[in-house]
T-cell receptor
């Protein structure tokens, strides 16, 4: 059982380009989340999904979009990357939204030049 | 404003020693408090989760305490090992009756255990 996988591990991207970060979990968790982690700041929630077919906005959703076509996959798309989106991105999942332990993926380090 | 503050920002201890990390929060309404360990270059891993009615919880050499009245939590690490070197993140859930509306993350304490 892999848990949560993210791809790519790292990416350097030119500003203005479109980028999709992939996240897949094999735990059949209902809820999934995308966070960004920046130096000196706590993890900040970008978007979340309570269950397949539904998504919601987190604390910092601007410039990002997500979809949840099935239980396992939760891709994060940057439609037109900007340098302020340089960050480490973590995908997480939990059995239910909210009270349950969240399990995190290994992260994607994204640099936008 | 709901906030989670951790101290110290960083800490260096010798292998085998004990240490205590602090977390103060102003989150209301409070649902639960979690401690995560994050190794360099990895995602956070859950250590403990405590609800309002719990004041201590252990996970091996890690013991978390919670004082909901003073809104303080601590994470005590006993007999530290080199593998304990990591960032420890305190996370507080805002919500009622066990539900979580929002997770508020602290910025973490960076622990270095030296031989």
């Amino acid at each position: 059982i892999a848990g949560i996988t993210q791809a790519p591990t790292s990416q350097i991207l030119a500003a203005g380009r479109r980028m999709t970060l992939r996240c897949t979990q094999d735990m059949r968790h209902n809820a999934m989340y995308w966070y960004r982690q920046d130096l000196g700041l706590g993890l900040r929630l970008i978007h979340y999904s309570n269950t397949a077919g539904t998504t919601g906005k987190g604390e910092v959703p601007d410039g990002y979009s997500v979809s949840r076509a099935n239980t396992d996959d939760f891709p994060l798309t940057l439609a037109s990357a900007v340098p302020s989106q340089t960050s480490v991105y973590f995908c997480a999942s939990s059995s239910r939204y909210g009270p349950d332990t969240q399990y995190f993926g290994p992260g994607t380090r994204l640099t936008v030049l | 404003k709901n906030q989670v503050e951790q101290s110290p920002q960083s800490l260096i201890i010798l292998e085998g020693k004990n240490c205590t990390l602090q977390c103060n929060y102003t989150v209301s309404p409070f649902s639960n408090l979690r401690w995560y360990k994050q190794d360099t270059g990895r995602g956070p891993v859950s250590l403990t989760i405590m609800t309002f009615s719990e004041n201590t919880k252990s996970n091996g050499r890690y013991t978390a305490t919670l004082d909901a009245d003073t809104k303080q939590s601590s994470l005590h690490i006993t007999a530290s090992q080199l593998s304990d070197s990591a960032s420890y993140i305190c996370v507080v859930s805002e919500g009622y009756g066990g539900a979580t509306n929002k997770l508020i993350f602290g910025t973490g304490t960076l622990l270095a255990v030296q031989p």
